[in-house]
Every structure is written in C-alpha cells, then in structure tokens.
C-alpha cells in the first residue's frame, strides 16, 4: 500500500483511526503520513499489530528519536521499552488521572508509542482529549489572556521522594532524586502542524508564572473542566495487538482504573521532542 491509499478516518472527539497499515512494512511515505496524522489529529490508534519489540523498536525509531524513561521499569532486554503494568493484586494504576507525559522537561518529549500485550476482560481503556480543539472553543477574551501567560510544570511531587506514588501500592514508581522542572506558555504553537493549543495539564502544571497559587488555582481549574469536556474526549478500548501513537503538545490521557484483580502489561516506547514556543 503507498502512502495515497493509507486509510486514516479522523475521529470524532480526538484522533484518527488507521487501517491497512502494517507497521513492520510501512514504506516511508506511509510513516511520513502517520506521523503528519499524529501531529494534526494528536493521536493515532492501528489494530492488530503483532510486533516483536525490535520491531516496535525500530519502527518507533522511524517516526522520531527515541528517549528512555526515566521513571518507569524497563523491559529486560529493552531499556527503550518502558512496562506499563499492573498485576493481579495492584490497586493503583500508572497515569491514572488526566496528564500529558513529560510536561516537566525542558523539551517535553514529543508522544508514545502504546502497544498492548495483555489486557484484561474488560476495562483498562484509555481516554484522550484534543488541546487544539479545547483552545479553539475558548471566548476570544479567555485566548488573548493566555497567550501572555507561562505556567510551571514539575516532577518531584509525582515520581520523587515522599511524592504521590510514595503513597500507593506502587512506591517503586517513586523516590527519584532526577525530577526536573520546566516553564512553558500556557499556549504553545505545536512546532509540526502550526495549529495552537492549550499546553497545561492537571498532573505536573504547579502554577501560572506570577500568579498567587489561589489565582493559578481558579484558572487552572476552570481549563481543566473546560478541557474534558465530551465533545474533545475519544474512549479507547484496548486489545492484544492494539496501538496508539499520540503527541504530547497537543492532547492528554487518562489510564482507566477500572480492572481490579486483572493483570495489564503494554510496552511504550517515548519519543524525542523539542523545547516549545507559543
């Protein structure tokens, strides 16, 4: 298949579906494609993709640089290769509230690559939202506020010492001494469509640069709840074989908790980013 008959169906919510695609077999015009996909639609999902992880591997490798996490465990053999996982008998997921990945480095890491290995009955989906569509519904008064405004984004309080995951079932996630921190406007201009897009996230956003923390509160919060809204949120449901690819800048997710006594292991794969700009 060349990359004019690749079939991407944009979603409504947020994302694109793919099908057809092959990954293992992809032909540079087909990843020249789906990487534009990703960066216009935020998230990309394909289906029954049966990859080895040097397959994941080098095909992540071919839509961008890859970057080892710093937080999570790795595979064995696969230091590129990050085990999001939950056994049997966790109660506590990872990502388990809204985020986007990285926020906090000084170059936020452009997205992932999200394969499922084993998945529960039923459960385990993933929710993502659209932060391009979330800025274009916000009042024109609300817009030109922002775009004068720069927020902080940190680490320590989730992934360091005595932080939120300390507090869990999950402590090995963490005590980490490495956790950085990073200022970036509130909304950037995503650097590989040009569109805008609201750049601030319930899990590492610590504040509005210059603002008391009662003021970031209330305008934080309010673009929270703004950001969730139905009409930019797309739900999807995961099964062995399964693949997501989405972009940092321009979305967020939300892990569902939602199947307690079951066992779910995906293997993700970060990618490679650049500092950002409004």
């Not at 459960?123 to 506020?145: C, I, N, R």
């Not at 970031?216 to 797309?234: D, G, M, N």
């Amino acid at each position: 298949m060349d990359a004019t008959t690749l079939d991407i169906e944009p979603l409504d919510g947020c994302g694109a579906m793919v099908r057809g695609c092959d990954v293992r077999r992809a032909t540079d015009g087909e990843i020249d494609r789906l990487r534009q996909a990703i960066f216009d639609r935020g998230v990309i999902f394909l289906e029954d993709q049966q990859l080895t992880p040097e397959d994941q591997i080098a095909f992540a490798r071919r839509i961008a640089p890859i970057v080892v996490n710093r937080y999570f465990p790795k595979t064995e053999r696969y230091p590129e290769i990050a085990k999001v996982e939950k056994s049997e008998a966790q109660t506590t997921n990872i990502g388990g509230g809204w985020h986007t990945d990285h926020s906090y480095d000084q170059a936020p890491a452009m997205g992932s690559v999200l394969l499922a290995v084993e998945t529960p009955p039923t459960g385990g989906d993933t929710l993502f939202a659209d932060m391009y569509a979330a800025y274009e519904a916000l009042p024109e008064a609300t817009k030109q506020t922002l775009l004068r405004l720069k927020a902080h984004h940190a680490s320590a309080h989730v992934f360091g010492e005595n932080s939120a995951y300390a507090r869990t079932d999950r402590p090995e996630l963490s005590g980490h001494k490495d956790t950085p921190e990073a200022v970036h406007p509130v909304i950037i201009t995503h650097p590989g469509s040009g569109k805008r897009a609201l750049y601030v996230n319930p899990a590492f956003t610590t504040g509005i640069v210059g603002w008391s923390r009662e003021e970031s509160l209330a305008l934080l919060s309010e673009l929270y709840a703004h950001a969730i809204k139905p009409q930019f949120v797309r739900r999807f449901q995961w099964r062995p074989g399964s693949m997501a690819i989405w972009d940092n800048r321009c979305t967020w997710h939300c892990a569902m908790n939602d199947y307690q006594g079951h066992r779910r292991l995906m293997h993700r794969i970060t990618l490679d980013g650049v500092p950002l700009a409004a």
